[in-house]
């Protein structure tokens, strides 16, 4: 999968922007722009939330039917509306909100000692249960790959050390644009509809 350029980073924040705007001031839905080859892949996405005091909310899909920019704007608003640990977002937070999107690349099963913490990101699965972590992660938080394994299963809901005894593990990369440069720009003011 080729890298997205940064004209089409650009668009995919801007239509992020412009679908949790809509939600917020019960707008007419934008409506869609042109459709490059690499806005219309169909691939996972995430979309991650952030104020100034910390995250905000965080959506994705690991795989999409949909193009990427629907799967955008659909984790976007998933992100600043049903994300289940946060109030949903308001019109006084929007201004400050920084926007971060992680398009990802393929599943790709792998054995503990192929993950490169901070490269991968990794998905843990052991029957129903799944956690997910982006690449990003562990190199905010520090974490070596015993620590970033074990942090993924404690997302699926499985004891730590569950990624050594037969929970299958799966790595993917992940084109990370956005966050704190994308809220340094000016905010556009926001108006209601008339």
Known sequence: MS???????RVLIQEARRALEA???????PP??????????????????RLPEGLRGCVGRIQSPEPLIRTVRDCALGAAFHDPRFSPL?????????????VLSDLVEVKPEEIEP??????????FRRGLLLP?????WGWDREKFLEQACVKAGLSPDEWRHGAR?????AQVFGGCEERERPPQELRRPA
Do not use: D
Request: with cysteine; net charge negative.
């Open 23 to 29: 939600a917020l001031l019960h707008s007419a839905e």
């Open 136 to 140: 990003q992660v562990a190199t905010e």
């Open 169 to 173: 593990l799966f790595a993917f990369t």
């Open 90 to 102: 308001t019109v006084s937070e929007l201004p400050l909100l920084s926007v971060e999107i992680s």
């Open 32 to 49: 869609p722009v042109e459709v490059s080859e690499g806005l219309g892949r169909r691939c996972g996405a995430f979309v991650t939330l």
């Open 118 to 127: 901070g490269i991968h990101g990794v998905l843990v699965c052991e029957g």
């Open 3 to 9: 890298p997205l350029t940064e004209s089409e980073q």
